[in-house]
């Protein structure tokens, strides 16, 4: 089945610097990807939609300069969490939809990132 | 406002027992709802889709169940094992939705114990 691989599964930085996040779609094209965010016993909060070819579209309180995105390919989308301080410590994880844009079409998630910055 | 609201918070049950898991909704247009398990400190994994059509379906031991009229969506687990342990958000997909198009539950903590 299809398989949405999310890399690195945890990862421990100082505060201030930058973190990057990988999400592949291993068996099948995405032109689009989705970037969530989820504390501990709280639902995914959608962060924001990641295009291939084009700006990603964020959700409303979202830094953009804080949360850079890039989908350069149809099978990588990286999530780059800048200058990052203690509170952006969080459990991040990626989706994609097989299928495009039929909402019916499963929507297949990373295994998440476990950021903790100290 | 569109809300899906998941009970119970959390559950503990022995293992071999059955529970069941609920879901109330109020997303409008609805297109469609989905059960997902997420272990901790992974990702969710699919586990039933439903459309507005669709009352019952199957995943082995999961059977989910859905009215579109009350907008209720329940999660039977039968013979529950010890890998059962985890939380079970119901998300739901709202027809034309912009982004995902999705809505969240906060999910229900299972615990199943020996």
């Known amino acids: 089945g299809a398989v949405v691989s999310q890399h690195p599964s945890w990862v421990i930085c100082k505060s201030g610097t930058s973190v990057k996040i990988e999400c592949r779609s291993l068996d099948f094209q995405a032109t689009t990807m989705f970037w969530y965010r989820q504390f501990p016993k709280q639902s995914l909060m959608l962060m924001a939609t990641?295009?291939?070819?084009?700006?990603?579209?964020?959700e409303q309180g979202v830094e953009k300069d804080k949360f850079l995105i890039n989908h350069a390919s149809l099978t990588l989308s990286t999530l780059t969490v800048t200058s990052a301080h203690p509170e952006d410590s969080s459990f991040y994880i990626c989706?994609?939809?097989?299928?495009?844009?039929?909402?019916?079409?499963?929507?297949?998630f990373g295994n998440g990132t476990r950021l903790t910055v100290t | 406002k569109n809300q899906v609201e998941q009970s119970p918070q959390s559950l503990i049950i022995l293992e071999g027992k059955n529970c069941t898991l609920q879901c109330n909704y109020t997303v409008s247009p609805f297109s469609n709802l989905r059960w997902y398990k997420q272990d901790t400190g992974r990702g969710p994994v699919s586990l039933t889709i439903?459309?507005?059509?669709?009352n019952t379906k199957s995943n082995g031991r999961y059977t989910a169940t859905l009215d579109a009229d009350t907008k209720q969506s329940s999660l039977h687990i039968t013979a529950s094992q010890l890998s059962d342990s985890a939380s079970y958000i119901c998300v739901v997909s709202k027809s034309g939705g912009g982004a995902d198009g999705l809505t969240f539950g906060k999910g229900t903590h299972l615990i199943i114990q020996p």
């Open positions: 989706s994609a939809r097989v299928g495009g844009e039929l909402y019916n079409s499963p929507l297949h």
């Open positions: 990641s295009n291939e070819g084009s700006k990603a579209t964020y």
């Open positions: 439903m459309t507005f059509s669709e």
